[in-house]
């Protein structure tokens, strides 16, 4: 089994397990050498101690047998200069000498033997202390067995490897029950979003009561179907009003064909082909824009050329005038250029000019200015204005609000929709001001200038 393959409760718990297993692991090797290294420390102590008293002795007349130590893994030999053996405890009377001295050497010195006469191969801590002058020079010898020592670090050690499985497994239990029940709200969230169907999007799945990161988890999984409810349901909108308003346009040339069909007249059917031409031209419009919005839904690529704002408020202005009823008029321009798709941008100016002489009753004037970093055309007209309860949403995809805006007047309901999107994909934005003016409609579009 791969480690991926795990799922994330068990690498959890088996990191965990590894982790203790290590720590315990140097935990228990730095206690054995303690342990160790302080009984190695009290037995040189106790060595120390012996050989004083021995000392002690050997300044006056020496016996032949010392005294009895503690214990009988305690030896001990006074030997001279040759090595020959002065005096012995009697644990080892008769015994040759443990150690050679070394006349050389002065003071205390301290070694692990073994192979020693006595203990039959234990291991001895063997203390030699010189003294006296160089003509008598005794050397004092002290053994004590280290088999003590090496008791209580086997019986150390051996309750270090009966407690490590046993804390490893209560580790690993541990770990595995916790990170279940830390993972049981994930799992509750699991099921619920598994439970929500594609045709009802309104469940949500369950909020934990911990204010953790799981629970900002169940909350951005809310969010996220709050999301798709919306954008399911504007879809739906979307398809319903397509459908609508395709209808139409249809029923009305089965209308038209049906009539001429029936009275078979030769300017009737001049008349009918003008209304069809009308219908269909109407139709074209509305399935390009349906098509413009499906593809800005999904991120239409634009092109970054350089584009020179101005230029395109003023050609917009100049084709207004040519085509529309209204008088236009167009403040300075000043010189502003940013980075965008040209013919996406003159379609936003246009669609806003042909809406504000939709709804103007004289007169729509344009502007362009800079406002910091940001390029800023505004188009108003002096129509009767937007009505505060529908001012948000006249971007919504086919809105028409009055008689003004149907259909033999005006167009789908789209333009505004289209613009914003595109304005949107170039980083802008596009809004109704709201009390930028006494009377009409005042509609800024703000897109980043080139640097």
Known sequence: ??????????????????AVAIVLALAGV???????????????ASARTRAQDIAGFSNGTLPSVLPAAQDDASVVQVLDSSGRVLAASGNIEGESALVRPNPAQRGLQISTLSGLPIGSGER??????????????RTIVVALSLAPVEK???????????????????????????????????????RGVAAIGGGDLSERVPLPASRDEVHRLAETMNSMLDRLEASAGRQRRFVADASHELRSPLANMQASLEVALARQDLDLWQETGQDLQGEYDRMQH???????????????????????LDDVVHDEAEHLRRHGSVAVHVLPLPALRI?????????????????AARHGATTVTLSLRRDGDWAVVRVADDGPGVPAE?????????????????????GSGLGLAISREIAQAHGGSLTLLVGAAVSGAVFELRLPCEP
Do not use: K
């Not at 509305?286 to 020179?308: Q, S």
């Not at 980075?339 to 809406?355: I, K, T």
């Open 1 to 18: 089994m791969t480690w991926t393959r795990l799922g994330v409760r068990g690498r959890i718990t088996l990191a965990a397990t590894i």
């Open 30 to 44: 730095a206690l054995v050498v303690l342990l160790q290294r302080d009984l190695l420390a009290g037995v040189d």
């Open 124 to 137: 001895f801590r063997v203390l030699q202390e010189t003294t006296g002058l160089p003509a008598a020079r």
């Open 152 to 190: 209580a670090v086997r019986s150390e050690r051996s309750l270090l490897f009966q407690v490590l499985p046993a804390a490893l497994l209560l580790t690993a239990l541990v770990t595995w029950l916790g990170v279940g029940r830390a993972l049981a709200p994930v799992e509750r969230i699991r």
């Open 286 to 308: 509305l399935v390009e824009d349906l098509l413009l919005l499906a593809r800005l839904d999904g991120r239409l690529p634009l092109a970054h050329d350089e584009v020179d």
């Open 339 to 355: 980075r965008g798709d040209g013919a996406r941008l003159a379609q936003v100016v246009r669609n806003l000019a042909d809406n």
């Open 390 to 410: 529908h001012q948000d949403r006249i971007f919504e995809r086919f809105t028409r609000l009055d008689q003004a805006r149907a259909r033999d007047s005006g």
